[in-house]
Every structure is written in C-alpha cells, then in structure tokens.
C-alpha cells in the first residue's frame, strides 16, 4: 500500500508563503489523482485543492489564486504553494490519493502575527 508523508509546515505571519510537499513511494502520481485536504480546530476536514494525472488543478473558492498544486517531474512529490495566507487558513493539511483514499499524516500550518 502507498505511503505519503505531508512536510513543510509551520508558523507563518499573515501575508507569508509556505510550501508544503507530499511525498509518495514511486511515482505513484502519475496513475493517482491527488488532493489537498485541510481541518481546522473543531472543523471537518475540507477540500482544498485536486491534481490529476493529465495535470489539470482545480480549487477551493476559498483558496484559489493564493495556493498553487503541482508535482515534481518524478510524479513521486506534490507540492502545494501557499501565498498571501490567512489566519482563516491555520489548519492540518493532508494529501490523499483520490483512488484507495491513502492519506498522509498531516502537516500542522498556523498563520499568526
């Protein structure tokens, strides 16, 4: 079974930039959709952005034009860009394979001044 492991974390002021990555075994993205989930204190886990094996991004309206999905050539790395973030954004962050619903184990991301 496919493993992923979610890093890049941590704290950041408002109006900063973090770059999280997923990593799998192999190059299992490019056969395997994969998605950004987030979840915030006493909130379900939301959807926050999809990459498809063709390379096609899509997001949520909360994010879009401030988070950017993509994957290394290898396709064994997803990488999510965070721009101009928010405290609304402090959350957990996961990845998972939309086909079998592997997930990550979560990467903490805290927007504060």
């Known amino acids: 079974q496919a493993q992923l492991v979610e890093s890049g974390g941590g704290l950041v002021q408002p109006g900063g930039s973090l770059r999280l990555s997923c990593a799998a075994s192999?190059?299992?993205?490019?056969?395997?959709?994969v998605a950004w989930y987030r979840q915030a204190p006493g909130k379900q886990r939301k959807f926050v952005a999809v990459l498809t094996t063709d390379g096609v991004a899509s997001y949520a309206d909360s994010v879009k034009d401030r988070f950017t999905i993509s994957s290394d050539n290898a396709k064994s790395t997803v990488f999510l860009q965070m721009n101009d973030l928010k405290p609304d954004d402090t959350a957990v962050y996961y990845c998972?394979?939309?086909?079998?619903?592997?997930w990550g184990q979560g990467t903490q991301v805290t927007v504060s001044s």
């Open positions: 998972k394979l939309m086909i079998g619903g592997t």
């Open positions: 192999g190059s299992i993205f490019s056969t395997n959709n």
